[in-house]
């Protein structure tokens, strides 16, 4: 009984474990080794949405963290501001590059990641999660079909590797 | 391309020009600007100047601090300066995206031509060198489907001024703890003149790019500082510089 229960946690341990990783995809291709997340999506500009009911987080991809090299400063944007799809909304610098972000969709910025302001280096360890950038209220939620699923982003980024 | 040649432009109104032709302007543009005055020092888009300068020495000899858009370190420019500027198109370059790294490379290759008669000019980490000594401070500031790569030569330099400068916290591996003065080079001590080294950046170009000369009359006729865009670049006023060490006068 005992060799039972022990073969079933490891069975359900082993189905968690798979669950987990079905959210997560690590594609690598000769040109890249760019981690993309299948719950996301993506800007052509290297950015990504995570929806949480009418809200969106926006943080920039695992590809565009590595292109830049180690983050230096971030200059978040203020909390209350309007930002429109396609709109510069802050800067992350990079040792000699200031480079602009661009939000993948329209709304008000409810809340930045003030703990960027500290350590900015948080966007290269956790782009998709403790490196977020913002958080919008929604203006449309069409906007969002513009937007690439994982899929069509991974090929993105293929696409202009070469 | 478009190429402007200025002589002793401030580089605050440098500055605000350039931030004006990358991100008001669809041309690719070149500018040579050789020296300025009053010298004056630049520091990067997070730049905090009680981090990096003798901020008390600063404001005693009242020497201007600016803040420019672009990233990177800080620099203290003057008459000895040559600042040479490119802001490009992401379609006048053969880069599959617009990322620091391929940029500054191409750079590299961009300048090489003009250095042929130096020995042993190439980009270490981030910086231009003559074996392992730098002579050029570079940065970027990078939008959608543009770029600008700016450099700041040192034609020559005062090493009283280097004073004003503490070592910054990120340095790069190259460095290997030099001094200032072990550490950068002049580049007057290689080329024959200041113009000598302007033609030959030119005629470097000039293998990628055809220049057009235009004046900075022209430029402010047919690209108006009227047209709206973002201006980051900012000038500390003394009671910025004062505040920013007040909390180390307190502790002290």
């Not at chain 1, 669950?19 to 990504?48: G, I, M, N």
Request: aromatic share 10%; proline share 5%; charged share 25%.
């Amino acid at each position: 009984m005992a060799l039972r229960s022990v073969l079933v946690r490891a069975a359900e341990d082993f189905r968690r474990r798979c669950v987990a990783q079905s959210l997560t995809r690590t594609f690598r291709s000769p040109f890249t080794t760019a981690v993309v997340l299948d719950d996301l999506k993506y800007a052509e500009s290297h950015e990504w949405v995570k929806l949480e009911g009418d809200y969106a987080v926006v943080g920039i991809t695992h590809h565009a963290q590595g292109e830049l090299g180690d983050v230096v400063f971030v200059d978040l944007p203020e909390v209350g501001r309007q930002v429109s799809k396609g709109e510069s909304f802050g800067v992350v610098e990079s040792v000699k590059a200031a480079s602009d972000v661009y939000s993948p969709i329209s709304g008000e910025i409810v809340a930045v990641n003030s703990e960027l302001a500290e350590s900015p280096a948080l966007v290269n360890k956790g782009p998709f999660d403790e490196g977020w950038i913002m958080k919008v209220k929604l203006k449309d939620r069409e906007e969002i079909q513009s937007l690439l699923d994982a899929e069509k982003y991974k090929q993105h980024v293929e696409e202009s590797a070469h | 391309m478009k190429l402007l040649r200025l002589q002793g432009f401030p580089i605050l109104q440098q500055l605000y020009l350039e931030e004006r032709l990358l991100r008001a302007t669809t041309h690719n543009w070149c500018l040579i600007n050789q020296g300025t005055n009053p010298p004056a020092i630049i520091v990067g888009i997070s730049g905090k100047p009680e981090k990096l300068l003798d901020v008390k020495a600063v404001l005693q000899d009242n020497i201007p601090v600016i803040r420019r858009f672009s990233g990177g370190g800080t620099v203290i420019v003057d008459t000895d300066t040559v600042f040479v500027t490119l802001i490009c198109r992401r379609d006048a370059v053969t880069l599959p995206d617009l990322y620091p790294r391929p940029i500054m490379e191409w750079t590299e290759h961009l300048y090489l031509p003009a250095f042929q008669t130096v020995p042993s000019f190439h980009l270490l980490e981030h910086d231009y060198v003559l074996g392992d000594r730098k002579f050029g401070g570079n940065a970027q500031s990078i939008i959608k489907d543009r770029f600008l790569h700016h450099t700041s030569f040192l034609w020559d330099y005062q090493d009283f001024r280097m004073a004003y400068l503490k070592l910054p916290q990120r340095t790069p591996t190259y460095r290997l703890a030099r001094s200032h003065s072990d550490f950068i080079c002049r580049l007057k001590d290689y080329m024959p003149s200041r113009e000598a080294f302007t033609d030959y950046i030119v005629k470097a170009f000039e293998q990628q790019f055809r220049l057009q000369e235009i004046s900075l009359d022209e430029v402010e006729k047919t690209q108006p500082s009227s047209v709206p865009h973002i201006t980051s670049t900012q000038v500390f006023t003394t009671a910025d510089l004062q505040q920013s060490i007040m909390p180390l006068i307190v502790k002290g």
